[in-house]
């Protein structure tokens, strides 16, 4: 008679529940035979337990998720503010848990939001609820970020009010906070072409925001990056590189309030490009 280890009576098991069910469920059976062999031995070794809570999917998780387009902006833009060291900063509708929470980890950090926001003990965060749609009596600043949520503005996804033209209201109440000489930092989903998926979000050909009035009158790209449909990151490329290469990827674009002249500036390389409609200027 053929005698079986256990672990070859396994490998037979988890063999013929491949073949019968399937990777995905054979791999829990796996997962779960391990689960019941930990408890034996923590059993086995006068371990007490007091409830008991069994989680299989972590046996096949990574240690987090070091992509996508929340990842990547949120890092990068707290990086520049850090860099850029403004007097005052001010954020609009930005993810509160990703990047607010990076910035106000080094500096206060004002967030105006249509939603409502429970109060935060942290010192560096100030909130005020408000709808950029309309214009906002809190004066300018020498900095500005509004992340992944312009191609929300009317909408209503957030209870704000429908309105169509409501990104293109909310981008010239974003060039009006920003004072002569600020910076803006604004991202948004970039696709093959401008699209309306309600009432997800709107998604814009890399090169539309150029065409916008006070963007064209008053703004200067000093930056562009982007995440691709991979999720990956390309920093500082031009805003061509990202056209047609992406049907939901993430333009991050850095805007100077003015003109700025060529050379070095705040111990940044810039790379100067003025879009106007289907003009440009190298």
Same mark, same amino acid.
């Given at each position: 008679?053929?005698t079986?280890?256990p672990?070859?009576l &396994?490998? *037979?098991? +988890?063999?013929?529940?491949?073949l019968?069910f399937?990777?995905k469920?054979a791999?829990?059976? %796996?997962h779960?035979?391990?689960?019941n062999?930990?408890?034996?031995?923590w059993?086995a070794?006068g =371990?007490?337990?007091?409830?008991t809570?069994r989680? *299989?999917? @972590?046996?096949?998780?990574?240690?987090?998720?070091?992509t996508?387009?929340?990842?990547?902006?949120?890092?990068?833009?707290?990086?520049?503010?850090h860099?850029?060291k #403004?007097?005052?900063?001010?954020?609009? =509708?930005?993810?509160?848990?990703?990047?607010?929470?990076?910035v106000?980890?080094?500096?206060p950090?004002?967030?105006l939001?249509?939603? #409502?926001?429970?109060?935060?003990?942290?010192?560096?965060?100030?909130?005020?609820?408000?709808?950029?749609?309309f214009? &906002?009596?809190?004066? &300018?600043?020498d900095? *500005?970020?509004?992340?992944?949520?312009i191609?929300?503005?009317?909408?209503?996804?957030?209870?704000?009010p429908?309105?169509? %033209? =409501?990104h293109?209201?909310?981008?010239?109440n974003?060039?009006?906070?920003?004072a002569?000489? =600020?910076?803006l930092y604004?991202s948004?989903?970039i696709? +093959?072409? @401008?699209?309306?998926?309600?009432?997800?979000h709107?998604?814009?050909h #890399?090169?539309?925001?150029?065409?916008?009035?006070?963007i064209?009158?008053?703004?200067?790209?000093?930056?562009?990056?982007?995440?691709?449909?991979?999720?990956?990151?390309?920093?500082d490329?031009?805003?061509?590189?990202?056209?047609?290469?992406?049907?939901?990827?993430c333009?991050i674009?850095?805007?100077? %309030?003015?003109?700025?002249?060529?050379? #070095?500036?705040?111990?940044?390389?810039?790379?100067?490009r003025l879009?106007?409609?289907? +003009?440009?200027?190298?």
């Amino acid at each position: 008679m053929t005698t079986y280890t256990p672990s070859t009576l &396994q490998s *037979l098991l +988890l063999g013929t529940a491949r073949l019968f069910f399937g990777r995905k469920r054979a791999k829990k059976l %796996e997962h779960a035979m391990l689960y019941n062999k930990q408890r034996a031995e923590w059993l086995a070794k006068g =371990g007490k337990i007091t409830r008991t809570r069994r989680i *299989l999917k @972590d046996y096949a998780d990574t240690a987090g998720a070091a992509t996508g387009h929340y990842f990547h902006q949120d890092l990068l833009v707290a990086k520049l503010i850090h860099d850029a060291k #403004p007097k005052r900063h001010i954020d609009i =509708g930005s993810r509160v848990d990703g990047f607010v929470a990076h910035v106000a980890s080094f500096r206060p950090i004002e967030v105006l939001d249509v939603r #409502p926001l429970t109060r935060s003990v942290h010192e560096n965060i100030t909130f005020t609820q408000a709808d950029l749609m309309f214009p &906002q009596d809190i004066g &300018q600043t020498d900095s *500005l970020s509004c992340l992944h949520a312009i191609e929300h503005f009317g909408l209503g996804r957030y209870t704000d009010p429908i309105d169509v %033209e =409501g990104h293109t209201k909310g981008i010239a109440n974003l060039v009006d906070l920003v004072a002569p000489g =600020g910076r803006l930092y604004i991202s948004f989903p970039i696709g +093959l072409a @401008d699209e309306v998926h309600f009432n997800a979000h709107r998604v814009f050909h #890399p090169e539309s925001i150029f065409a916008h009035p006070s963007i064209a009158a008053h703004m200067t790209l000093t930056r562009f990056d982007y995440v691709d449909d991979a999720g990956d990151l390309h920093l500082d490329r031009s805003v061509s590189d990202a056209v047609g290469k992406a049907r939901y990827g993430c333009g991050i674009y850095t805007f100077y %309030e003015g003109t700025v002249t060529c050379g #070095p500036q705040a111990g940044m390389k810039y790379t100067f490009r003025l879009y106007l409609s289907n +003009l440009t200027l190298l």
